[in-house]
C-alpha cells in the first residue's frame, strides 16, 4: 500500500467516523420507508404498542441478537444518548473497516504487480 | 433514545421462504466472493473496507423524506462505482451482517431477504445502470455524479421491490400486494434521490480527488502515455 493511498483512507475514515459519531445524533427518528410500511393500518399508543388494525408489524419476532450490548445502535450502560448513538456508530465504522478490509485483503489476487 | 429498525426483521416474511432467501443469498456471495478476486488488489481492498464503513456510518444517517417517514442509504450504487459490483456486493452485505448480529437490525432469520434485497438486487441493478450510463455520459467528476444520483434512485426503488417480492411469496400479514408495491415505491423513491445525492456527492469528490481510485472509470482510463524510445526514467512513486 502507498503512503498517498494511506492518506486518503485516513481521511475517507475521518469522514465516516465524523458521520457515524457525530451527525448520527442529527439523524431522522421517524421509521424508515419500509418500517413506516410495516406500521401502516396499526394505530399506537404514545409508547408505541400497537393498539389495533391490521399490519406487518404485529408479525414481528424478537431479534435474535436483541441482547446485544450495541443493539438499537447504542452502547448499553451509557446513559447519555448522544455519546452512546455516538460510540456505537464510531465503533461500528471501526469494526466494518477492520472485519471487511480484512477479508477483502485476504481475499485479494497476490500478484507481484507494483502499485 | 428511539429504537430504530431499519432493515426487515424476523416474522414479517415467513420461515420458509425466509431460507430460500438465505440459500439464494449465500450462494449468490459466493459467486461474488469467486468474481470479486479477480478485481481485489493491494489498491482495492482497503479500498472496500473503506467503502464498507462508510456505508455503515451513512446508514445510520435517516432522513427525512415524509412526515413521520424516514430513509437512509443503502449504498449499492456508491459501492459498485467506487469499488465495481461483485465487491460492491461484499461491501454491503459485510454491513448487514455487522448490522444484524451486533445491533440487532434487521433479523437475522431476515438476513437472506435483506442480503438479496439491498446487497444483489439494489447493487446489480445499479451496476446495470451505472455501466449503461457511463457509455453516454461525460467521465468526469459532475458526469460520474449524475450517473450515481439517476442509478441510486432505481437501485432503490428495485431494493424495495425486492422485499414486495417476498412478501408476497411468504408474507404472515394478508395486505393488499398493490398497496405494499406501491407504497414501498413511492417512499423509497424519495429515499433513493437522498441517496442518489449522498452517492453522487461522495463519488464526484473521489473522483475528483483520486480518479485512480474509482471502479467504475477504470475502463474509460487512457493508458498513461507511452514515451517511445527512451525509458530512461522510470517513473516509481506516483500512482
Not at chain 1, 461500528?92 to 480484512?102: E, Y
Not at chain 2, 414479517?12 to 456471495?29: M, P, R, Y
Not at chain 2, 415524509?66 to 459490483?85: C, E, I, K, M, W
Not at chain 2, 461525460?138 to 449524475?146: C, Q
Amino acid at each position: 500500500m502507498t503512503k498517498r493511498l494511506g492518506w486518503f483512507l485516513a481521511g475517507g475514515l475521518l469522514v465516516a467516523l465524523l458521520l457515524a459519531g457525530v451527525v448520527s445524533n442529527f439523524a431522522s427518528g421517524s421509521p424508515d420507508g419500509l418500517d413506516a410500511t410495516a406500521r401502516e393500518g396499526c394505530t399506537f399508543s404514545a409508547d408505541g404498542e400497537i393498539t389495533g388494525g391490521t399490519c406487518m408489524l404485529q408479525q414481528e419476532q424478537e431479534h435474535q441478537t436483541a441482547d446485544s450490548p450495541l443493539a438499537d445502535y447504542g452502547i448499553r450502560g451509557i446513559d447519555n444518548p448522544y455519546l452512546s448513538t455516538g460510540l456505537a456508530g464510531v465503533l461500528g465504522v471501526l469494526v466494518t473497516f477492520g472485519i471487511g478490509g480484512g477479508v477483502f485483503w485476504l481475499l485479494r489476487r497476490r500478484t507481484p504487480e507494483k502499485v | 433514545m428511539d429504537t430504530q429498525a431499519m432493515h426487515i426483521a424476523n416474522g414479517i416474511v415467513n420461515g420458509t421462504v425466509s431460507a430460500i432467501f438465505a440459500a439464494f443469498a449465500a450462494l449468490a456471495l459466493a459467486f461474488c466472493v469467486w468474481r470479486a478476486r479477480a478485481d481485489l488488489d493491494d489498491r482495492l481492498a482497503p479500498m472496500a473496507g473503506l467503502v464498507a464503513a462508510f456505508i455503515f456510518a451513512v446508514q445510520m444517517l435517516n432522513f427525512q423524506v415524509l412526515p413521520g417517514v424516514s430513509g437512509h442509504l443503502l449504498g449499492g450504487t456508491l459501492a459498485v462505482v467506487l469499488v465495481g459490483p461483485w465487491v460492491g456486493a461484499l461491501c454491503v452485505s459485510t454491513v448487514l451482517i455487522i448490522q444484524c448480529l451486533l445491533y440487532a437490525d434487521g433479523g437475522l432469520t431476515a438476513l437472506g431477504l435483506n442480503i438479496t434485497n439491498m446487497a444483489i438486487l439494489g447493487t446489480a441493478a445499479g451496476y446495470l445502470l451505472v455501466a449503461g450510463l457511463l457509455r453516454v455520459l461525460p467521465k468526469t467528476p459532475s458526469g460520474l455524479g449524475a450517473t450515481a444520483l439517476i442509478a441510486s434512485v432505481i437501485g432503490v426503488v428495485v431494493a424495495s421491490q425486492g422485499f414486495v417480492f417476498e412478501y408476497w411469496l411468504g408474507g404472515t400479514t394478508q395486505l393488499s400486494l398493490p398497496w405494499v408495491s406501491g407504497t414501498m415505491a413511492g417512499t423509497h423513491a424519495l429515499i433513493g434521490i437522498g441517496e442518489g445525492l449522498i452517492a453522487a456527492t461522495t463519488v464526484a469528490t473521489v473522483a475528483r480527488v483520486r480518479p485512480d481510485l474509482v471502479y467504475a472509470l477504470r475502463r474509460f482510463r487512457k493508458p498513461p502515455a507511452v514515451v517511445p524510445a527512451a525509458p530512461a526514467t522510470v517513473s516509481g512513486g506516483t500512482a
